[in-house]
């Protein structure tokens, strides 16, 4: 079984700065693309950053850009998202997405997190 896990979500004041952490867990082989999205309370889930399988190759939404960075740590299995003069329109639960992992057996499956909140507010 194949899983993401965020952590680093929370309550920061306007202009404050918050880390996520994506870590994958189980019988992986190789992680493609990683994926940050969010979701704020009665909007629809939205693309916020992407990063290639290898790193080289980042992208991120119009609004965030500047502010926000995606990197990866392959050798941990593991994506961050460096999130910079936060506005309280950034309030959302953030998930981690694969769009697709790869096991030991060779089975490619898409994997998404649980969510992590992210409260910008004074």
């Known amino acids: 079984q194949v899983q993401l896990v965020e952590s680093g979500g929370g309550l920061v004041q306007p202009g404050g700065s918050l880390r996520l952490s994506c870590a994958a867990s189980g019988n992986i082989f190789t992680i493609n693309v990683m994926n940050w999205y969010r979701q704020a309370p009665g909007k629809s889930r939205e693309l916020v950053c992407a990063?290639?399988?290898?790193?080289?190759?980042?992208r991120c939404a119009d609004s965030v850009k500047g502010r926000f960075t995606i990197s990866r740590d392959n050798a941990k299995n593991t994506a961050y998202l460096q999130m910079n003069s936060l506005k309280p329109e950034d309030t959302a639960v953030y998930y981690c997405?694969?769009?697709?992992?790869?096991?030991?057996?060779?089975?490619?499956?898409?994997?998404w997190g649980q969510g992590t909140l992210v409260n910008v507010s004074s």
């Open positions: 990063i290639s399988r290898g790193g080289g190759g980042t």
């Open positions: 997405n694969a769009d697709w992992i790869a096991t030991m057996s060779r089975k490619y499956v898409e994997v």
